[in-house]
């Protein structure tokens, strides 16, 4: 059974600083997903990660994979207020078609 | 196309009644997904369709959960006898191949009292 584990779980920083979350899971995947959400708002995608060595960017976020750790990162750069929100990572079974999501990190940046 | 829309927003029920959710995706979308969230967790997966077809529900979901998709377009999910351990925000996603990323619509919130 696939399991996914986020780290940290909570998150404060302040502004401009550097930091990376972590996303661990169990068995073999095919695909793994970064989602954003805002506090009462639904889920936005950040990235989608399809293969071993994949890195993705866009503006002061990073995602990266690794399959053979079966980990992920997501990478902040120079972190600035907006970044607040909790991230997801979900990751897709090869055998089935739903996704497994972690329990998310909630960010908090302060200026 | 606005994006997946869920109706409605916010749902509060007594504790045995039934309630129905209905999910637009996007339109060119042939994949649709339920998930529940509850507070400060992961969404959890519930059911996944391929067009009218249902391919895929969750071995924790009760009996009392319903989907259809009847023409491969709309959704709609029914919970009867509703418990007050359903109250969550039910989501909708759509999109439009594996390994793409999925849409999510704003959410359904259900309170059972």
């Known amino acids: 059974e696939l399991k996914v584990e986020q780290n940290p779980l909570f998150l404060s920083m302040q502004e401009g600083k550097n930091y990376t979350i972590y996303c661990n899971y169990s068995t073999t995947s095919d695909r793994l997903y970064w989602y954003r959400q805002d506090p009462g708002k639904s889920l936005e995608s950040l990235f989608v990660?399809?293969?071993n060595g994949a890195v993705k960017q866009e503006g002061r976020l990073m995602a990266s994979l690794d399959t053979k750790a079966r980990l992920s990162t997501l990478h902040i750069t120079a972190a600035v207020h907006d970044l607040s929100a909790t991230y997801f990572c979900a990751v897709g079974e090869d055998s089935n078609y739903q996704l497994i999501w972690g329990a998310g990190t909630k960010l908090i940046i302060k200026p | 196309d606005t994006g997946v829309s869920q109706d409605p927003r916010h749902k509060i029920t007594k504790r045995g009644q039934n309630v129905t959710f209905r999910c637009d995706p996007i339109s060119e979308h042939n994949r649709l997904y339920w998930y529940r969230q509850t507070l400060g967790q992961g969404p959890e997966f519930l059911t996944y369709f391929q067009n009218e077809a249902q391919l895929e529900k969750s071995r924790l979901l009760s009996d009392r959960f319903s989907a259809e998709r009847p023409k491969g377009s709309f959704s709609t999910l029914e919970i009867q006898r509703t418990e007050q351990g359903d109250s969550a925000m039910y989501l909708c996603a759509s999109s439009l191949a594996r390994g793409r990323e999925a849409f999510f619509g704003q959410g359904t919130r259900l309170t059972v009292v």
């Open positions: 990660l399809l293969s």
